[in-house]
């Protein structure tokens, strides 16, 4: 504040000797380099009284505080008096239900639970890797969609409506490598096996798994059809 009043005085002393004997007014703006008030808008105006003495009264603005100055006197002589008070201005910001108060935008989001992979689901084939592993976002049959699902098939005599039976479903649900193995196992025409996994081979959730399986053809060239068919 210092320098605010440095900048004050030196504006009265200026207006006093600057011979404006008759009454005047006028405003400026002070930039000053405070860290408390680094502007300021100042008022002067100088009168004159019946006796001849004449006053300057100074009135700054600026930083949250306000401070009048008023000089009576000439350049010599005179006397000053001073008054300032510190206005504080209070900002009220609303917030909304959605967005709680003084809580970053980023920081809510991190903190919202990410879905994560079950710690344990039983397929119904016992020890499986591919159990809790994700395909197209899916996951494999548990173990009670996939008892229904082998005992259906494993009941019906008759394999071409086998066959019609696993492709409807399969093309639907998803299945881990030893569920399908099990599945293939269920077809003893190799023609028809192979029909049976080439729709099945895109819902096997983990068939990195089922490479092995190429053995359950006899035939060399659909042993080697099934490989190519399981790795696309």
């Known amino acids: 504040m210092n320098r605010i009043v440095r ?7 200026f207006v006093s000797s600057a011979g404006f004997a008759q009454d005047a007014e006028f405003n ?20 004159t009284n019946v006796d001849g003495e004449e006053t300057t009264t100074v009135k700054v603005r600026g930083g949250g505080t306000k401070m009048d100055v008023r000089v009576t006197g000439g350049m010599t002589g005179g006397t000053m008096e001073t008054e300032s008070r510190t206005e504080t201005r209070t900002e009220t910001r609303g917030f909304s239900r959605s967005e709680p108060r003084d809580e970053p935008r980023e920081e809510r989001r991190a903190e919202r639970p990410m ?13 499986d890797e591919g159990c809790t592993t994700r395909r197209d976002g899916q996951l494999p049959m548990d173990a009670s969609t996939w008892r229904g699902f082998y005992q259906s098939l494993k009941s019906e005599n008759n394999e071409l409506v086998r066959q019609e039976k696993a492709e409807k479903m399969l093309k639907r649900v998803y299945l881990t490598a030893a569920q399908f193995g099990l599945v293939l196992d269920l077809f003893n025409n190799e023609i028809t096996r192979l029909e049976v996994a080439k729709v099945t081979a895109p819902h096997v959730v983990d068939p990195q798994h ?13 042993g080697s059809e099934y490989t190519d068919i399981i790795t696309e």
């Open 7 to 13: 900048a004050v005085l030196v504006s009265s002393l």
């Open 28 to 47: 400026m703006q002070v930039d000053v380099d405070d860290a408390d008030m680094p502007s300021a808008r100042i008022k002067m105006k100088t009168t």
């Open 115 to 127: 879905p994560s992979e079950p710690a344990f689901r039983d397929c119904g084939v016992g020890s």
């Open 210 to 222: 089922a490479l092995g399986f190429s053995s359950k053809w006899r035939n060399s060239i659909s």
